[in-house]
């Protein structure tokens, strides 16, 4: 099992950047794959990016491709979101994410629904 802590949100301008870190306890996380997702008002929670155990493979939404950047630490048991140019479009409660299936694992997942464990989330205000 593990436990997931999310940090680094805030209230930025547009344009600005973040970095949003994950401090997860328990078990290695090189165990698990994992993920970032986030939800805004009366939306439901989106995927975001991915990453696999090693940091090889990452996928990310169209919507942030190119713009945010997802990171693992192992050893330290952190992963990391870095968001660049942000937008009042990505203004939403960030959460990470870990799953422990094998496909998870080697190639990371971007249903919500694969996943076993979340933090509780880390708010991302963007003002224009």
């Known amino acids: 099992q593990v436990q997931l802590v999310e940090s680094g949100g805030g209230l930025v301008q547009a344009g600005d950047s973040l970095r949003l870190s994950c401090a997860a306890s328990?078990?290695?996380?090189?165990?698990?794959?994992m993920g970032w997702f986030r939800q805004a008002p009366g939306k439901e929670r989106e995927f975001v990016a991915t990453?696999?155990?090693?940091?090889?493979?990452?996928l990310y939404a169209d919507s942030v491709q190119g713009r945010f950047t997802i990171t693992r630490d192992n050893a330290k048991k952190m992963l990391y979101l870095q968001m660049n140019s942000l937008n009042p479009e990505d203004t939403a409660v960030y959460y990470c994410?870990?799953?422990?299936?094998?496909?998870?694992?080697?190639?990371?997942?971007?249903?919500?629904?694969?996943?076993?464990?979340w933090g509780q989330g880390t708010q991302v205000t963007v003002s224009s």
């Open positions: 994410a870990a799953d422990g299936t094998i496909a998870s694992v080697i190639r990371g997942a971007t249903r919500s629904a694969t996943y076993d464990y």
């Open positions: 328990g078990r290695t996380i090189s165990n698990y794959g």
């Open positions: 990453i696999n155990w090693s940091g090889g493979t990452t």
